[in-house]
């Protein structure tokens, strides 16, 4: 037993010492496309990883039985965040220096309430449940702090580093086009539905799924703090130079609205989610996905022209 202990212990040492080695040479050390090309790839390996195998990696960081609203609402992270990759590689060859520090931004945004968040769940959630006698309570168990609390700190570190090295903060004039409204609608949109989230988790997750448990309402406030940083990113977009930067957010959505709408499909399918939920949920989903596919194919057409005086008109002054 003693020598199970102190393996366990030493794959815990490693997994931190790989993730401050990793932190080095990325963030510290490396440079800005480098730390870009991470944000694509472990954007896509975990969500893909929250998607397809969320009872193993929650039953990991968890102590309990997990249901099956806990596992529906990972996947529903997971297609979020593999989707908020999306814009980082569409991106990433980008000649405006404002695309990748507003992306930036958004993760600290982002991993800020990440952070807050899993903080909140560990020590005062698990605080008020682990005095009870309950055995079937779901609590959160020390590997939270391993592969939570520890990778999203050096994330947000991460983030801010790489923006303390920017000098390029500037924006350029937001046009009146049918694009920029459009973006700034999706902003209206991502940033309405994420404080729903971060507001009312329980209501929320009570109306579509089954009574919620505390890591399910940790879980909800993730997916409402993903949603509220693409929110900032549309909302800055109409300031981006080229147009294929801006029309990244809406392939963005659409492929995590497409994504979010597989999954509950297949949840009601195995009648693992109420249907008259999932209804309204689509109904909310629906302005979001049209907006995007009219958005993406909107070009950058003016609304109005704004005349401009002419010199013969200060003649007879």
């Not at 800020?112 to 055995?135: E, I, P």
Request: hydrophobic share 50%; with cysteine.
């Amino acid at each position: 037993m003693e020598n199970w202990f102190e393996r366990l212990r030493l794959t815990q040492a490693l997994q931190v010492a790989s993730l401050f080695v990793a932190f080095l040479i990325l963030a510290v050390f490396g440079q800005r496309k480098t730390w870009i090309a991470t944000e694509v790839i472990m954007a896509t390996v975990c969500g893909l990883a929250f998607t397809a195998f969320p009872k193993q990696i929650l039953t990991i960081q968890t102590e309990g039985t997990l249901s099956d609203t806990e596992i529906a609402l990972a996947r529903i992270f997971g297609v979020t965040l593999m989707s908020s990759g999306v814009t980082w590689f569409w991106t990433k060859e980008t000649r405006d220096g404002t695309v990748p520090i507003t992306l930036m931004m958004s993760r600290v945004f982002t991993s800020s309430t990440f952070l807050m968040a899993q903080l909140f769940a560990y020590f005062l959630q698990n605080k008020s449940s682990k005095g009870k006698d309950d055995k079937t309570s779901l609590v959160w168990s020390e590997q939270m702090i391993m592969m939570g609390i520890v990778p999203t700190s050096l994330w947000l570190l991460g983030n801010l580093l790489h923006l303390s090295r920017s000098h390029d903060f500037n924006t350029y004039p937001q046009h009146n086009i049918r694009l920029n409204n459009h973006l700034r609608l999706d902003a209206w949109f991502m940033l309405l539905i994420g404080a729903a989230y971060l507001a009312f988790p329980s209501q929320i997750i009570g109306f579509i799924l089954k009574s919620p448990n505390k890591v399910a309402l940790h879980v909800a406030r993730t997916i409402g703090a993903l949603t509220m940083g693409e929110g900032i990113i549309s909302l800055q977009a109409p300031g981006f130079l080229h147009e294929r930067d801006k029309k990244a957010l809406f392939l963005t959505r659409i492929v995590s609205e497409l994504s979010q709408a597989c999954i509950l499909a297949a949840l009601c399918f195995f009648d693992m989610v109420k249907l008259n939920g999932t209804a309204c949920l689509a109904v909310v989903a629906l302005p979001v996905l049209i907006n995007a596919f009219v958005g993406y194919f909107a070009g950058g057409t003016t609304i109005y022209h704004v005349p401009t005086p002419k010199k013969n008109d200060n003649k007879g002054e």
